[in-house]
């Protein structure tokens, strides 16, 4: 009991000053807030023939160890030629949000079989070259998506070829940017074009010519 008591003033004493400066209630306080962390499984890239079918394998959120529910948006019609953007997205109890999406060519059978790689290169601008690499059917990557004069990964787009005369270039994230593409039209051997949507680019189309 002496002990509880020979401490007593000074701990009544650390409270009162507390208690009259507002400084101190604040000082050295921190908080911790883990942002959520999204879960895709499956194909990212996904397609599908006209007529197919497609499951949505949903997304999955943590908050630390802590399971977070999961907004799930938009549908894929498999009937309909055209390229399908699926948006998870989660919330932490601080508000904070992380977001994903899965993609899903619906492909026309007119473009089946079709091979649209190869090296472009823009006619106006920078006349920057594109290299288009096929990566499955009807899927596709451009290593250039404005024809700048320097190309590097953090430029590049993956996009369908879903109907003729038709490419669908949806938003996503690539190292250090985001891009989608509007008005994206192709001339198989011969150009495609499109208009980039990024704050940097402007909203010219950009025409790339077969080399």
């Not at 508000?95 to 090296?119: H, K, L, N, P, Q």
């Not at 038709?166 to 039209?185: C, D, M």
Request: include cysteine.
């Amino acid at each position: 009991m002496k002990r509880i008591l020979k401490f007593l003033p000074i701990l009544t004493c650390l409270i009162m000053i507390a208690g009259c400066d507002p400084d101190l209630e604040t000082a050295d306080i921190s908080r911790v807030t883990f942002y959520p962390i999204l879960t895709v499984p499956g194909e990212q890239w996904n397609t599908i023939k006209v007529g197919g079918s497609f499951t949505d394998p949903g997304a999955t959120a943590k908050e630390g160890d802590a399971d977070l529910t999961v907004t799930t948006s938009g549908t894929v019609d498999v009937n309909t030629p055209g390229v399908y953007t699926i948006t998870y997205t989660a919330v932490n109890k601080d508000g904070y949000s992380a977001t994903d999406y899965r993609y899903v060519g619906v492909i026309s059978a007119a473009v089946e079989g079709t091979d649209m790689s190869g090296s472009y290169k823009r006619n106006a601008g920078a006349k920057g070259v594109s290299t288009v690499t096929k990566i499955s059917d009807n899927f596709y990557f451009a290593d250039n998506v404005g024809g700048v004069a320097v190309t590097n990964p953090s430029l590049g787009v993956y996009f369908y070829h879903y109907d003729t005369g038709l490419l669908g270039v949806p938003f996503q994230r690539t190292p250090g940017n985001a891009f989608e593409a509007t008005n994206a039209t192709v001339e198989l051997g011969v150009k495609y074009s499109w208009v980039v949507i990024n704050p940097g680019y402007g909203a010219a189309l950009r025409t790339f010519i077969k080399q």
